[in-house]
């Protein structure tokens, strides 16, 4: 495969970072595709080899940036480094039926989970189901159907940095605006890719 083939940005350990997500991908179901991911993130985020690209620490003023730093041609999963200003967060949302391993690179965000209830189309029922704060080195997967959650950066003036993989390139989803109680509207999202400053 030629460089050409690859997209994303590159960073100092580049080649050991997809080498070592290359092998947990290739590791099984999604179960254990996560689980070997989970522990290959939290060891690729202690190895001091392994440097992001500066401009993932740059934080953008309206929104939380999301940055790809690598697609597989082969395999199909991405790599997005999301940047998190002071109180920068996501509404609830869903990964539209892909697994996710997110770990968190700098700094510190809160994580929530929600259980859907009960949907009557484009309204669910959501109850929060748990939350965390997680720092650097954490990490945490998502499966469908478990897959409802909200990130927070709560810090009033640190900037946060975290990796996310998923199963595929992830250029849309579902959020959910709170309307009554533990009812949301699902609101169709296009996410999309940042340019690097």
């Given amino acids: 495969m030629s460089p050409d083939a690859e997209t994303g940005l590159p960073f100092e350990g580049r080649e050991r970072f ?18 070997s991911l989970r522990g290959v993130l939290c060891e690729l985020i202690r190895d001091p080899s392994v440097r992001l690209p500066a401009c993932v620490h740059d934080r953008l003023e309206d929104h939380y940036a999301r940055r790809e730093i690598y697609r597989s041609p ?16 996501t509404p609830v949302h869903d990964h539209c039926g892909l697994w996710c391993v997110e770990g968190v690179w700098h700094g510190e965000l809160e994580i929530t989970q929600y259980e859907l209830l009960e949907s009557d189309g484009e309204r669910c029922r959501f109850r929060a189901a748990g ?13 469908p159907p478990h897959e409802y959650h909200t990130i927070r950066n709560a810090s009033e003036d640190a900037v946060a940095v975290s990796v996310h993989i ?20 699902r609101v169709p999202a296009t996410l999309v890719i940042d340019r690097a400053a």
């Fill in 74 to 89: 082969d395999l199909g999963y991405s790599v997005i480094a999301m940047t998190w200003g002071p109180g920068q967060g």
């Fill in 18 to 35: 997809i080498a070592a997500v290359d092998a947990a991908v290739r590791s099984g179901d999604g179960h254990a595709v996560t689980a």
């Fill in 166 to 185: 998923y199963e595929g390139r992830m250029d849309h989803c579902c959020r959910f605006e709170p309307e009554d109680g533990e009812w949301y509207r």
């Fill in 131 to 143: 939350g965390m704060r997680a720092g650097p080195g954490s990490a945490g997967s998502l499966i």
